[in-house]
């Protein structure tokens, strides 16, 4: 039988598994479902960090040192405009700028962000089916101690650097997911949340209409974003910590218990296992890290032969 998965994800660490998935997954049974919580506009450009990683590690063009951007970018742009006084606290490289304009353009004149993703796909080679979680605004905001920050401003500007005490997404009341979410929740044999920020890069996805209920109908399987207590990148086991919560895989584990059926976590957190297992969640433990392609793909293969071990709904994968 055709295994079809859809894949909740934001940033490198997402993006890094979701292209593990896509190559080993046939082609028409991935779909991608992309936070675009963090989307912002700068310089009168709409900027989608989430989802652009996504299609730059698709396509192969990410910048293997950063894991975002593209790769062997330059920088004429943001010197000049450095020199102008300008604002250049967000890297905006030549070739990365060349598709924000094009996506302002093209929302200018009436397209979705959906039908503007699809075309960039097409354009750059990239056959999964990438979908942004809305094609309404919805952006992440981060409640911290030096008030309401945009996340961009908290992650970019700011560093990190504000103690957080929360998180809310404006105008996500409002917004519905965009054309192709809910089919293809409907029609997944299994969803996976990937090894991305529970608070910013997963929950504004979960929390647009309907996609939480849609995914708790259906085999969900996550791979841990924390690993020894740390985030291989990013912010998030700083977030646990001033949210008074341990950061380890076990609290990852806490925060989507009632999604959950089965979690994969790195051997450093071997220990973690029967704490995990009490609260009816199956483990796999395995090297989550993913450093290459090789790495990548090997993850993904244990993700899905855990899922098709745990659920016998999933009985076989088409090679």
């Known amino acids: 039988m055709a295994l079809n998965v859809v894949a909740l994800a934001g940033g490198v660490g997402g993006s890094k598994l979701v292209s593990g998935l896509a190559e080993i997954l046939p082609k028409g049974q991935l779909t ?3 936070n675009t919580g963090d989307d912002f506009e700068h310089l ?14 698709l396509a192969g063009l990410a910048n293997p040192q950063t894991g975002w951007g593209r790769v062997d970018e330059t920088w004429d742009f943001l010197e000049t405009l450095e020199g102008f006084g300008g604002p250049t606290w967000f890297q905006l490289g030549d070739r990365d700028l060349a598709l924000h304009h094009e996506r302002t353009r093209r929302l200018k004149e009436g397209q979705s962000l959906s039908e503007i993703t699809m075309h960039v796909c097409q354009a750059l080679g990239v056959s999964v089916h ?7 605004p919805v952006r992440t905001i981060v409640d911290t101690y030096d008030g309401e920050l945009a996340f961009q401003d908290y992650f970019v500007a700011r560093r990190c ?8 997404f404006a105008g996500v009341e409002t917004a519905s997911p965009a054309p192709g979410v809910m089919e293809a929740l409907s029609a997944a044999d299994l969803v996976v949340l990937c090894p991305s920020n529970p608070w910013v890069s997963l929950d504004p ?6 996609i ?6 259906k085999p969900v399987v996550g791979v841990s974003p924390i690993v020894g207590g740390k985030a291989i990148k990013g912010p998030a086991a700083k977030m646990y910590s001033e949210l008074g919560i341990q950061p380890s895989a076990l609290t990852v584990v806490v925060h989507y218990q009632h999604i959950l059926k089965g979690v994969v976590i790195d051997t450093q957190d071997e220990h973690l296992a029967p ?3 009490a609260l009816d969640i199956q483990v796999r433990v395995t090297n989550t890290i993913m450093t290459n392609l090789q790495d990548r793909m090997r993850l993904a293969v244990e993700v899905l032969e855990f899922a098709m071990d745990e659920y016998t709904e999933i009985t076989t994968l088409e090679e």
């Open 275 to 277: 704490d995990i297992q």
């Open 205 to 210: 996805i979960l929390a647009v209409k309907g």
């Open 32 to 34: 991608v479902i992309a």
């Open 130 to 136: 990438l979908l942004p979680m809305s094609d309404h």
């Open 212 to 217: 939480r209920d849609a995914v708790v109908e």
């Open 44 to 57: 009168g450009l709409t900027i989608c960090p989430d989802l652009d990683t996504l299609v730059y590690t």
């Open 161 to 168: 650097e504000p103690h957080v005490k929360g998180f809310h």
